[in-house]
């Protein structure tokens, strides 16, 4: 099932998962809020600014690896959002494996 939600980080400089809880998905696509004035970055725990940008509007999308034909699973839980401008975020749209 195709799902989407939004994610603000609420203090520039200071890193949030992009998600509170496990969400297991076959793809994932970020897109860079329309309204954003500053860059976002996207990655693990330590992710700052040093890290590759997505400018207002920017999406990018990652793919799981398949496995025997079936999808490994990306957790959302571990992907970390920084941003240079507070109150900035994403457009997360994603595929839920189950």
Same mark, same amino acid.
């Given at each position: 099932? /195709?799902?989407?939600?939004?994610? $603000?980080?609420?203090?520039?400089?200071?890193? #949030?998962?992009?998600?509170?809880? !496990?969400?297991?998905?076959?793809?994932?696509?970020?897109?860079?809020?329309?309204? $954003?004035?500053?860059? @976002? &970055?996207?990655?693990?725990?330590?992710? /700052?600014?040093?890290?590759?940008?997505?400018?207002? $509007?920017?999406? @990018? !999308?990652? #793919?799981?690896?398949?496995?025997?034909?079936?999808? !490994? %699973? @990306?957790?959302?839980?571990? @992907?970390?959002?920084?941003?240079?401008?507070? %109150? #900035? %975020?994403?457009?997360?749209? &994603?595929? #839920?494996?189950?």
């Amino acid at each position: 099932m /195709a799902n989407s939600f939004v994610k $603000n980080v609420t203090t520039a400089g200071t890193a #949030e998962r992009i998600a509170t809880s !496990t969400i297991l998905v076959s793809s994932v696509t970020f897109r860079a809020k329309k309204g $954003n004035t500053n860059d @976002i &970055y996207l990655g693990d725990a330590d992710v /700052a600014n040093t890290y590759p940008d997505l400018d207002a $509007n920017q999406t @990018i !999308t990652f #793919e799981a690896p398949m496995y025997s034909g079936n999808h !490994t %699973g @990306i957790d959302l839980r571990n @992907i970390w959002i920084d941003v240079d401008t507070s %109150g #900035e %975020g994403v457009d997360v749209f &994603y595929q #839920e494996i189950g």
